[in-house]
């Protein structure tokens, strides 16, 4: 049997350790109100997540594990033109990887066809940790070629894409989970990295809403193309989709079939309008309490 390298095992155990804190701090400080049973909403994404994680083991993986190789090898892609000091590449890499991401982020809500992909992950009726595994199979796959666009173009090494990738897993455990940080600390985080308050914004089912907040590492992104909502207060927000409310709508087998079925008008309520936000109480370049 292959050895697991040491590595490995360290960035599973800090990432279960942070899937278990986020979840015990769910419990003690919850941000909003759930509407679902905890128990049966997780079960649900993480049987989601095991069907994807299965997939990116057979698409993405071995895709991007030649690939990063063959960039370390013929020293191609941008980063690889230059000579610089080792960390000093990894870092670069790692901010293009997830400037790209954000990128994709946009293009996978703006066109039709790959926003049927994401959907099964923002239909989810509540935002916690558990989101953050919930995606689709199919995306994940179709997103495998992405990503070998970014570190082919990148230049993008093999110590990069795995400093990026756990970079990035941290992150989105963190940003959709249902924690209630001090509105301060949120505040000051925010101007670095997507936290909670932030990434709920982009899950609200009001679309001017889930047209916001597309970074998945640093807000400089989301601040640079003028993108960044940060002025919704998390009560006021419902998260998911106008056309999914019940739960019956978004059971394991519906959200398995989602991507490959017609689907109603998104943004309209059933036999309704488009949901809307009345003006809001707060100032709009603070972060909402
Ligand atoms: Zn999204």
Known sequence: MKRVPRAAWISGLI?????????????RRPLRRAVEPKFRRSARNLSLA???????????????????????HRQFGLLKQFSMPRWFEVALAVALMDYT?????????????????????????DLDVATALRFHFSELVVSAGWRAG????????????SAWQRLLML??????????????????????????????????????????????????????HGTLKLNVPQQAITIGVPAYRQPEDVSFCKLIAMPFRSQ?????????????????PVPENQLAK
Do not use: K
């Open 50 to 72: 095991a069907v994807s994680a299965l997939a990116l083991q057979v698409t993405e993986r071995p895709l991007i594990a030649s690939l990063t190789r063959v960039v370390e």
């Open 15 to 27: 990432f279960v350790g942070e899937f278990c804190l986020l979840l015990w701090l769910e419990r």
């Open 171 to 224: 992150s989105i455990l963190f940003h959709h989970s249902n924690v209630e940080l001090p509105i301060e600390l949120e505040r000051w985080l925010s101007r670095i990295i997507v936290t909670p308050r932030l990434h709920g914004i982009h899950h609200s089912m009001v679309r001017d809403e889930s047209d916001s907040n597309w970074s998945s590492g640093l807000t400089l992104w989301d601040w640079l």
């Open 101 to 125: 991401l954000y990128l994709w982020h946009i293009l996978i809500h703006r066109s039709p066809w790959l926003w049927r992909l994401h959907l099964p992950h923002h239909v989810d009726l």
């Open 264 to 280: 109603p008008p998104i943004w309209q309520l059933p036999g309704d309008g488009e949901p809307e936000r009345d003006a809001l």
């Open 150 to 161: 970014q570190v082919t173009l990148i230049g993008v090494s093999p110590r990069a894409y």
